[in-house]
């Protein structure tokens, strides 16, 4: 959803809108659903789920580049990218909640990119982090790690926002 409403933001209009998330959603989200299937017909190794799809961000990362694709989508798809590598990190050493880390993304970033009347999102968090938890899918610690990933993205988004060479694209 942040990176539909950041191409509704951008202006980028229904086509653009949906190849962006075609290329920044759909193309990573299938092939994260689907890696046992790809892992298999390409010969990769099966433990590279997420650092396969980091690189496929990363690609969506250059293409808003080299397509001169408006704020705040370049941002936000860098912060996506940040997200994935810390998930690819953290799940090195503990299964962090993926969940948590995008909820607290998705709260924040539509706190600043569309004003503080989207504050309310933020008690998803919580909510998100007591749900993961109470169906036993994480541990707190888990779900801590996926918070403060989810944190460290925004601050991403937010560098990234602010970043003069990114204005340039």
């Known amino acids: 959803m942040v990176i539909v409403l950041a191409g509704v933001k951008a202006g980028l209009g229904p086509l653009g809108v949906l190849a962006l998330a075609v290329g920044t959603i759909v193309i990573p989200g299938f092939t994260y659903k689907k890696y046992a299937l790809i892992s298999t017909l390409l010969g990769l190794p099966g433990t590279w789920r997420t650092r396969v799809v980091t690189i496929l961000t990363v690609v969506g990362v250059v293409a808003c580049a080299l397509l001169n694709v408006p704020a705040p989508v370049p941002a936000t798809v860098i912060g996506l990218v940040a997200g994935n590598a810390g998930l690819a990190l953290a799940r090195r050493w503990m299964n962090a909640s993926a969940h948590v880390s995008v909820i607290i993304f998705a709260a924040l970033w539509g ?59």
Not at 126 to 139: D, G, I, N, V, Y
Not at 141 to 162: D, K, P, R, Y
Request: hydrophobic share 55%; glycine share 12%.
């Open 111 to 169: 706190t600043a990119v569309f004003g503080p009347a989207l504050g309310w999102l933020l008690v998803l968090s919580p909510m998100m982090m007591a749900s993961r938890t109470a169906l036993k899918e994480h541990t707190w610690g888990e779900a801590l790690a996926g918070a403060l990933i989810g944190t460290v993205t925004f601050g991403c988004f937010v560098g990234a926002t602010n970043w003069s060479w990114l204005e340039r694209f």
